[in-house]
């Protein structure tokens, strides 16, 4: 059997068609097909979190979906909500807080942090500390990470 | 590491997965939420010919109810079962479990029935559905078949789903009046695999337990439903003297297995403190 696919999807707004080998995941497809290297491979089975993506609206392990199983789909990576400023505000708290230091997780922690903001607007600082435990840190040790997205929840709420 | 190279089928029917599974036989995977597959695929643990991607069956993702029954179909993903109100309202355990297993990002991918068939000694649903005695809905190329969660594992990994059937959905008996829900897991990082964990359900008539049901997770080489310890409350007291002959019941049930996390002694001595604290909670 052919263990090549045809693909299409969108790519931070943008059709793309590939065929690629079907073993391809879909954050290996980003970097090296699409040449989006803000989107990190850490652990490759699904521990670290470096590797998360946006796909159809909602983040997913982008080390355990092959690139195959985004045919058809909407896929957004950092670049592509960086460059829509829609992640502005969290950057800039990531920054002002000093919640980066070697910046391999921040990727992933950014859309993290972003999904969970879509789905609760006043999280508790427990509940941010839960919703990013998928999404491992070996620099900060959480805590500024904490106080930028507590701090943006506060300025969304406005 | 990267998976061996395999082909990819996304099958659009029923007929096609049969005819891939009769072809392939065991050199074919069933590719669910490919949250635990992906995985082994990654480390070469496992490297099939084919990957058999069910994610495009339709009709196979719904979550119902009719009051008496909740019915979870194979494809649901966590985070739907996670928000479904019918859950909430008919199945509260699970609704209690959902926040534990694996993480957001995983959870969007990941599906009821892959958990299930999965089987995975470790994992929170397979021992919830055995605490709740949910029937699994198994499907071959003639028709269904319907196995209780108690017959369905069998052993490390392994079910009674054969090789050319497909589990589709699962029936959960509806939390009844009176019934009352209680989870406890110890993990050292929230969502990772826990070292070991249970879900209760039971009920109290006056200070009487009854129909209690005591699933395990991390404590033997299957979901564990804890007979002994089950026999050792159903119409005892809520006491201090029943609470421990169910704790020292546990050793008869359970046979957790050694690993990073610690000696099997150091989970048995876990399993006691968190089935107090359970029981605690149940009560409260």
Same mark, same amino acid.
């Given at each position: 059997m052919d263990q090549n696919v045809d693909i299409t999807m969108k790519v931070n707004g943008q059709t793309v068609s590939r065929r690629i080998p079907a073993r391809t995941n879909l954050v290996d497809f980003v970097r090296y097909d699409m040449e989006l290297t803000g989107s990190h491979v850490g652990c490759e089975h699904g521990v670290c979190g470096a590797c998360t993506i946006r796909v159809d609206g909602a983040i997913v392990r982008g080390c355990l979906m092959l690139a195959a +199983? $985004? *045919?058809? /789909?909407?896929? &957004?990576?950092? &670049?592509?909500?960086?460059? $829509?400023? *829609?992640? /502005?505000?969290? +950057?800039? $708290?990531?920054? &002002?807080?000093?919640?980066?230091q070697c910046g391999f997780c921040t990727p992933g922690m950014l859309l993290t942090a972003q999904e969970l903001l879509t789905k609760n607007s006043s999280p508790s600082r427990e509940e941010i500390r839960e919703f990013i435990s998928g999404n491992y840190c070996r620099c900060t040790g959480y805590q500024a990470i904490v106080d930028a997205i507590d701090r943006v929840a506060e300025e969304r709420r406005g | 590491m990267k998976p061996a190279p395999f082909a990819y089928v996304r099958a659009e029917t029923l007929d096609q997965v049969f005819d891939l599974l009769d072809e392939y036989g065991d050199e074919a995977k069933i590719l669910a939420g490919g949250q635990s597959l992906m995985a082994t695929l990654n480390m070469r643990l496992s490297t099939p010919e084919v990957l058999i991607d069910i994610n495009h069956l339709e009709g196979l993702s719904d979550i119902s109810s009719d009051g008496d029954v909740l019915r979870i179909g194979a494809l649901a993903r966590h985070s739907d079962v996670l928000e479904s109100e019918h859950v909430q309202k008919h199945a509260p355990l699970i609704a209690k479990t959902m926040p534990h297993v694996a993480h957001q990002a995983i959870r969007n991918r990941g599906t009821f029935g892959g958990s299930v068939a999965f089987a995975d000694p470790a994992a929170e649903l397979p021992a919830v559905t055995r605490a709740l005695g949910a029937i699994f809905v198994l499907q071959g190329r003639?028709?269904?078949?319907?196995?209780?969660?108690?017959?369905?594992?069998?052993?490390?990994?392994?079910?009674?789903?054969?090789?050319?059937e497909l589990l589709v959905g699962a029936e959960i008996p509806a939390i009844k009046d009176g019934e009352r829900t209680a989870f406890m897991e110890l993990a050292r990082r929230h969502g990772d695999y826990a070292i070991v964990g249970l879900a209760v359900q039971g009920r109290l008539e006056g200070d009487t337990f009854a129909d209690m049901r005591l699933g395990f997770f991390g404590a033997g080489d299957q979901p564990i439903l804890a007979k002994s310890a089950i026999a050792a409350l159903n119409g005892q007291p809520n006491n201090e003297g029943t609470i421990k002959n169910a704790q020292d019941a546990l050793d008869a049930d359970l046979d957790p297995m050694p690993d990073l996390n610690g000696p099997a002694e150091m989970k048995m001595h876990l399993a006691r403190v968190l089935t107090k604290r359970a029981l605690a909670e149940l009560a409260a």
């Open positions: +199983q $985004a *045919e058809g /789909a909407e896929v &957004e990576t950092i &670049e592509g909500l960086s460059d $829509a400023g *829609e992640i /502005a505000d969290l +950057q800039k $708290a990531f920054h &002002e807080r000093n919640a980066v | 003639d028709g269904q078949r319907k196995v209780a969660a108690d017959d369905f594992f069998q052993g490390l990994f392994e079910t009674d789903l054969k090789e050319n």
